[in-house]
Every structure is written in C-alpha cells, then in structure tokens.
C-alpha cells in the first residue's frame, strides 16, 4: 500500500512538473529566463500579467476565446441530443453507415476545412464573428458529441420512454423532465469534450478571425520582436489559458468520473 502511494505521488509530481516550470516563468523576466537555470523567481515581478490585463488586446482574446467556445459548447451539445436519441431508439435504413460518417467528419484534420471556411464566411459574412468560429469547430464536435450521448442513451432502458408515455408525457415533457436528468453524466461529459476541444483548437480560430474576434491563442504568437519572444508574457497568458479547463473539470468532475466508468468514453 504504502508503495502505491509513492508511486502515484511520484505520478502525480512528474505531471504537475510543466504546469509549476509555467506558473514559475511567469513571475520571471524574459531576461532571467534566458539568463540561466532556477527553480524559483529571483526577481519576482508581476508586470507579465498586469500587461495581460491592462492591455485590451490581451484581455479581449480571452473573452473572445471564452465566449465563442461556450456558445460552440452548447450548439454542439444541443445539436447533438435529439440525433443521439434518434440514433439510440430508432432502427432506419441507413443509420449505421450515417453514423459512422458522422465519425469521419471528426477524424478530418481541421487544416482540410480552413480555406473552405474562410471563403464561405467572407461571402456571407460571418468572417471574424464569434459565432463562425462556434459553427466551424460545431463540424468537429457535434459528431464527437453524438458518438458519446448515444452510448449513454442506449445504456437507458426503452421501457423509460414506453411507460412515460402511457402515464401522458408528451416527448418534449419526457425528454426534459425525465431523460435528461437520467443521462446527466453523458451531457457532462460530452461538453467537457466540446469545451476542451475549442478551448486548444488553433488553425480554424486564427484562420476565421482578424480583430474583433481574435483568440488568446493567436494573440500569444504575436509576442515576437526583433529581440526574440517575451518568454514571461507568454508564461503568464499560458498560466491563464489553464484556469478555464480547470474550472470546467472542478464542476464536471464526478459525471467525467461515471462517464469513463459508464458510458462510452
């Protein structure tokens, strides 16, 4: 027991590694970083981050990376749920090879998409909006949104749905009152997923934005001088680039748990 212990202490010391070397260099000087090997800050300065959240440039690519990732999280989970219960209920000619090309679109690289996007949204323009970004990373995450409801749904018994109807439930009542609450873990689940992706997803958030809705992520690669990189503002926007995953994983934590333990994950 005691070396289970030591081993997953061990663990769990090699993974957190990276994230303390970040939040270290964050609190250093570019200068410091370049000067040589140390664990802990010499000169400890906050400037790093008081230029991230004094500088719009900086603080608006969060808000833009926050805001279309959360609307992408809630189109694809919302997308996802009635096909998921089609795919988990009905039997229909054609419905394996459908679902399976759902699949496919997930496993496309994203670089297969980016100019078709980037021409179709100049034309209609959706172009630097929030809401193009959502839909274009929607391509990836609705069928990955599907795959993993459907495994929950399945796991349901149709006899829920035959005696909620006999008791009078219409199916917009049943589906809300009763389904939902019963797959909650998968619903969880599936928007972490949803959530993650967008939130680490690059080419087509730079490709498809400009200014207005320019994310973190594009902002970080514009740190380059002729002096190099500003290694203590790139540290300190990736030590923030970690809070929101972090704050989704702290309330979705026990339905991840029963997802991996239950549905199809």
Same mark, same amino acid.
Request: with cysteine.
């Given at each position: 027991?005691?070396?289970?212990?030591?081993?997953?202490? !061990?663990?769990?010391?090699?993974?957190? %590694?990276?994230?303390? /070397?970040?939040?270290?260099?964050?609190?250093?000087?570019?200068?410091?970083?370049?000067?040589?090997?140390?664990?802990?800050?010499?000169?400890? $300065?906050?400037?790093?981050?008081?230029?991230?959240?004094?500088?719009?440039? /900086?603080?608006?690519?969060?808000?833009?990376?926050?805001?279309?990732? $959360?609307?992408?999280?809630?189109?694809?989970?919302?997308v996802a749920?009635?096909?998921?219960?089609?795919?988990?209920?009905?039997?229909?000619?054609?419905? &394996?090879?459908?679902?399976?090309? *759902?699949?496919?679109?997930?496993?496309?690289?994203? +670089?297969?998409?980016? %100019?078709?996007?980037?021409? %179709?949204?100049?034309?209609?323009? *959706?172009?630097?909006?929030?809401?193009?970004?959502? =839909?274009?990373?929607? =391509?990836?995450?609705?069928?990955?949104? @599907?795959?993993?409801?459907?495994?929950f749904m399945?796991?349901?018994?149709?006899?829920?749905?035959?005696? +909620?109807?006999?008791?009078?439930?219409?199916?917009?009542?049943?589906?809300?009152?009763?389904? *939902?609450?019963?797959?909650?873990?998968? @619903?969880?689940?599936? !928007?972490?997923?949803?959530?993650?992706?967008? /939130?680490?997803? *690059?080419?087509? #958030? &730079?490709? %498809?934005?400009? @200014?207005? +809705?320019?994310?973190?992520? !594009?902002?970080?690669? &514009?740190?380059?001088?002729?002096?190099?990189?500003?290694?203590?503002?790139?540290?300190?926007?990736?030590t923030l680039?970690?809070?929101?995953?972090?704050? @989704?994983?702290?309330?979705?934590?026990?339905?991840? #748990?029963?997802?991996?333990?239950?549905?199809?994950?």
């Amino acid at each position: 027991m005691k070396k289970r212990y030591i081993i997953t202490t !061990a663990y769990i010391f090699f993974l957190m %590694l990276p994230i303390y /070397w970040l939040v270290s260099m964050s609190f250093k000087t570019t200068g410091e970083i370049l000067g040589g090997f140390s664990l802990f800050p010499q000169e400890f $300065t906050l400037e790093n981050y008081r230029t991230i959240f004094t500088d719009p440039t /900086w603080y608006w690519g969060y808000f833009n990376s926050i805001f279309y990732v $959360t609307l992408n999280t809630v189109i694809s989970v919302s997308v996802a749920l009635p096909a998921a219960y089609a795919f988990s209920r009905y039997r229909f000619l054609g419905d &394996k090879q459908l679902f399976f090309w *759902l699949l496919t679109n997930r496993m496309a690289p994203a +670089a297969v998409f980016a %100019l078709p996007f980037f021409q %179709l949204y100049s034309a209609v323009g *959706l172009f630097d909006t929030h809401l193009g970004v959502a =839909l274009a990373h929607a =391509l990836f995450n609705v069928p990955l949104a @599907v795959w993993i409801l459907e495994g929950f749904m399945s796991g349901v018994p149709k006899e829920l749905d035959e005696t +909620a109807y006999v008791d009078g439930y219409s199916f917009p009542r049943f589906f809300t009152t009763i389904f *939902l609450p019963t797959i909650k873990s998968g @619903v969880g689940v599936t !928007a972490f997923f949803c959530f993650m992706f967008s /939130w680490v997803e *690059l080419l087509l #958030a &730079k490709t %498809l934005t400009a @200014v207005d +809705a320019k994310p973190i992520a !594009a902002i970080m690669t &514009k740190t380059a001088s002729s002096a190099g990189y500003e290694l203590g503002l790139l540290a300190a926007a990736g030590t923030l680039t970690i809070i929101p995953g972090a704050i @989704v994983i702290y309330f979705v934590r026990n339905n991840i #748990a029963k997802g991996f333990a239950m549905g199809r994950v």
